[in-house]
C-alpha cells in the first residue's frame, strides 16, 4: 500500500509538480489543499500518512496550520 499524501501550497503549479514527482514514484496523493485552512480541514477528513506543507500561504500559513493540527491531536 502506498503512503497517503496531502500537499499543501498556494500556488497551483507547485502543487502539480509535488504531486506529479510523488505520483510518479508511487506514492497516492488523496488530497491538495491551497492554504492552511484547508489542510487542517483535509487532515482531519482524510489522515493522511504524511504532509507537505507551505510555509507562506494565505488565509493561515503553514507553521500555523502544523501548530492547529498538533494542538488538536494532543487535547
Excluded at 6 to 33: C, H, P, Q, T
Amino acid at each position: 500500500m502506498a503512503n497517503r499524501i496531502l500537499i499543501v501550497d498556494d500556488a497551483a503549479f507547485m502543487r502539480m509538480m509535488i504531486k506529479d514527482i510523488l505520483s510518479k514514484n508511487g506514492y497516492e496523493v488523496v488530497a491538495e489543499a491551497a492554504d492552511g485552512a484547508q489542510a487542517v480541514e483535509k487532515y482531519k477528513e482524510l489522515k493522511p500518512d504524511l504532509v507537505t506543507m507551505d510555509i507562506t500561504m494565505p488565509e493561515m500559513d503553514g507553521i500555523t496550520a502544523l501548530k492547529r493540527k498538533l494542538k488538536k491531536e494532543i487535547s
